[in-house]
């Protein structure tokens, strides 16, 4: 496969340690000599995204297909092998602007306890996570098949990470979100080639 992107994600572990971390994406064709395609020497001096501002995402240059990849980190003598979720990929554009968004923050449980006395106490055992809905117009035939291809047929095991470049507010300025595919839909409704209306359904993984 050719790649675009590296994410890591959750780095608080290693950010507390003070050290400095390397973090490289190298291709092969054999297993046995290695080439550089990302290389960021101070990953965690960067700007990191995220609910946390724990996470780290790069785009680089879309290079050939290998098949042999790595992902190296480098640090000193108190590294500590302890991330989240790493990815490298190809990631996917739709080819137009986001036209709809709306956000909202659930709790999933939200428990009460109600003593003898007639006492209630609330309580909330779970982060807040967000769900987004995101709505494209004129999507071409080619990226929707390529969303369902790639996405939604992964939806029930594969997570996904959702970053933004120029305009933040769809995912409330947090930059980069790993979410879950919840549902998507596309419509048609002038049976117009390549003028899709796209939208999908969303909610953010936590951990």
């Known amino acids: 496969?050719?790649?675009?992107?590296?994410?890591?994600?959750?780095?608080?572990?290693?950010?507390?340690?003070?050290?400095?971390?390397?973090l490289e994406v190298r291709h092969s064709a054999d297993d046995a000599s290695y080439s550089v395609d990302s290389n960021d020497s101070d990953i965690d001096a960067l700007s990191l995204y995220g609910p946390q501002s724990d996470d780290y995402v790069k785009l680089f240059a879309t290079t050939s297909?290998?098949?042999?990849?790595?992902?190296?980190f480098t640090a000193g003598a108190s590294f500590a092998n302890?991330?989240?979720?790493?990815?490298?990929?190809?990631?996917l554009d739709l080819g137009v602007g986001l036209d709809e968004y709306s956000i909202e923050y659930v709790i999933?449980?939200?428990?009460?306890?109600?003593?003898?006395?007639?006492?209630?106490?609330?309580?909330?055992?779970?982060?807040?996570?967000?769900k987004l809905e995101f709505t494209w117009y004129g999507v071409t035939d080619a990226n929707v098949k390529?969303?369902?291809?790639n996405v939604y047929s992964r939806r029930l095991t594969t997570p996904a990470f959702l970053y933004t470049q120029t305009y933040h507010d769809p995912l409330d300025a947090k930059r980069l979100l790993c979410c879950a595919l919840e549902n998507a839909f596309v419509v048609n409704r002038d049976e117009k080639d390549d003028f899709n209306t796209l939208t999908t359904k969303w909610i953010e993984v936590v951990g």
Do not use: C, H
């Open 65 to 72: 297909a290998f098949r042999y990849w790595q992902v190296g």
């Open 1 to 22: 496969k050719a790649v675009n992107f590296v994410v890591a994600s959750k780095l608080n572990i290693l950010k507390s340690l003070g050290t400095t971390i390397a």
């Open 82 to 91: 302890q991330i989240g979720k790493l990815y490298i990929g190809n990631s």
């Open 146 to 149: 390529t969303f369902f291809d």
């Open 108 to 130: 999933e449980s939200n428990p009460q306890f109600e003593t003898s006395a007639g006492n209630i106490f609330l309580g909330k055992t779970d982060l807040p996570r967000m």
